[in-house]
């Protein structure tokens, strides 16, 4: 279990500009080594004055596979989503990562805020 004395929080935030996932994605955070990250706060805000589509990709390094958190969501001109709500977490291991996309220009922006714990290996 991780122990919230030695939690290291972090907030990092990208404005998107990959129109295609995988690779080729914005990478908006990488788990550390030797770390695991607890993200507990996932913001996304449209800012354009048109509805837009934007997907959310994890990429997991144990199995050099993308999974999809959201795909092609339609967000409103000019609104945000939250993503992570209530209390809940999404936990990534050592070398794994947040990957996004947007349909198309550089409308969208995100903010990300956890916690990475030392593992010992």
């Known amino acids: 279990m991780a122990n919230p004395a030695t939690a290291k929080y972090f907030t990092k935030a990208k404005d998107l500009s990959a129109t295609s996932g ?3 994605g914005d990478v908006v955070y990488t788990c550390p080594n030797n770390h695991v990250s607890l ?3 996932l913001h996304v805000s449209n800012g354009s ?3 837009k589509k934007y997907s959310l990709q994890w990429y997991e390094l144990a199995t050099t596979t993308y999974h999809s958190l ?3 969501v339609s967000l409103a ?3 945000n989503d939250q993503l992570i709500q209530g ?3 999404l ?3 050592a ?3 947040i990957v996004c996309f947007e349909e198309s220009s550089s409308d969208f922006h995100i903010t990300i805020s956890g916690a990475e714990y030392y593992r010992q290996t």
Request: aromatic share 8%; no cysteine.
């Open 91 to 93: 936990a990534l291991s």
């Open 95 to 97: 070398g794994d990562m």
């Open 87 to 89: 209390g809940a977490y």
């Open 39 to 41: 993200i507990t706060f």
């Open 22 to 24: 995988g690779a080729s």
């Open 70 to 72: 959201v795909d092609e």
């Open 77 to 79: 001109a000019s609104t």
């Open 49 to 51: 004055t048109n509805n």
